[in-house]
């Protein structure tokens, strides 16, 4: 999942020259900030859980729901009714906003099923994590080059900034060094949580209880 929001400075100052060489000059600047969520646990009835996860026999589920935030500061130079927009600073705020753990509310805490299921879900939210915090700083390093690649634009009027700040998350969000690595993560994140929901895994978690 991915959100993008804008914020912009715009400072129109005199330029003398050539506009867009004097911005190149300019290097745009990358704030990165991870967060690795804190697990929320949530006791709900069998038919929510089956709802939430869409397949039966459900007793705990974890959702880290992953979110790509971008904020910038696009900056303005003026000369002669010619207006160039830069690109200042990306911020990139990268993680789990939300992660949820959910369990079957026929089990009650302080038992010894309840505290199996956490257990369970507390190494899929270790999986969410880990790989957060590998593949962090990949796209951090990618991102950072990839930045300094992006030019100023030149436009004629102020009511045309909006679509050159759009362009400029685009090129972050659409660049192959970028998807490459997101797409590397995802298959991850799912091969790893695939293996941790084994039938031999389950057979390990559950044996220590009888009353499930």
């Given at each position: 999942m991915r959100k993008i929001f804008i914020a912009l400075l715009l400072v129109s100052t005199t330029?003398?020259?050539?506009?867009?060489?004097?911005?190149?000059?300019?290097?745009?600047?990358?704030?990165?900030?991870?967060?690795?969520?804190?697990?929320?646990?949530?006791?709900?009835s069998s038919e929510k859980l089956k709802s939430l996860?869409?397949?039966?026999?459900?007793?705990?589920?974890?959702?880290?729901?992953?979110?790509?935030?971008?904020?910038?500061?696009?900056?303005t130079i003026e000369k002669n009714g010619s207006i160039c927009v830069y690109l200042d600073?990306?911020?990139?705020?990268?993680?789990?906003?939300?992660?949820?753990?959910?369990v079957d509310?026929?089990?009650?805490q302080n038992t010894c099923e309840f505290t199996q299921i956490i257990n369970h879900e507390n190494e899929h939210v270790k999986v969410h994590q880990k790989l957060l915090l590998?593949?962090?700083?990949?796209?951090?390093q990618a991102t950072r080059e990839l930045i300094q690649d992006i030019k100023p634009i030149q436009i004629?009027?102020?009511?045309?900034?909006?679509?050159?700040?759009?362009?400029?998350?685009k090129q972050v969000d659409e660049d192959p060094s970028v998807t490459t690595l997101r797409e590397n993560f995802e298959k991850e994140r799912l091969s790893q949580n695939t293996k941790l929901d084994s039938k031999e895994s389950y057979a390990d978690q559950l044996a220590p209880c009888k009353n499930w």
């Open positions: 330029a003398y020259g050539n506009v867009c060489e004097q911005i190149n000059k300019t290097k745009p600047k990358l704030e990165f900030h991870v967060n690795t969520g804190q697990p929320r646990v949530f006791e709900i996860a869409r397949q039966n026999n459900v007793i705990g589920l974890t959702e880290a729901k992953f979110v790509i935030n971008y904020r910038l500061k696009a900056m600073t990306l911020v990139l705020e990268y993680g789990y906003p939300d992660m949820f753990v959910y509310n026929k089990y009650k590998q593949y962090s700083p990949l796209i951090e004629d009027s102020y009511d045309n900034v909006e679509k050159v700040t759009d362009r400029f998350i």
